[in-house]
């Protein structure tokens, strides 16, 4: 079976793991909650787009124009885009407003009604509720 690597730091960017040891248990909790809203609100974006649109995660990021997409050996990759759909890669300072402009553009390219759009239009409302008490927006 082939090694998946390790996902790379983009420029500006730097991963590590989710918990800092130098932060308090409140702090850490609201983290927590945030990282894991970034995660959800992408990877329901994602399943959305992908039974939407019938396209997977390298034309999400083409069409979008939001992430950019890397030949690695003779595949393209999204390892940007990879690093959002789980919170042990997310970046320490993850870059939200994509992860927001990646579930606007899929609601709007995506019209269907159902438990999909509904799905990812409560997950884009969480994180934008933890965003608000984070006071980045």
Request: hydrophobic share 35%; charged share 35%; glycine share 6%.
């Amino acid at each position: 079976a082939a090694e998946i690597p390790p996902p790379r730091a983009e420029e500006g960017e730097e991963v590590e793991p989710a918990a800092d040891s130098g932060d308090t248990a409140g702090e850490m909790d609201a983290d927590e909650g945030y990282h894991r809203a970034l995660v959800d609100t992408m990877t329901l974006t994602l399943d959305y787009w992908q039974k939407c649109r019938g396209k997977g995660k390298i034309e999400l990021a083409e069409d979008s124009g939001l992430w950019r997409v890397y030949m690695d050996r003779s595949s393209l990759q999204t390892r940007t885009l990879d690093k959002y759909l789980l919170v042990e890669t997310l970046p320490r300072n993850p870059r939200w407003r994509d992860v927001v402009r990646t579930a606007e553009y899929v609601l709007r390219h995506c019209t269907a009604p159902g438990p999909d759009r509904d799905a990812v239009t409560t997950a884009l409302s969480r994180l934008k509720q933890h965003l608000r008490l984070a006071e980045r927006i």
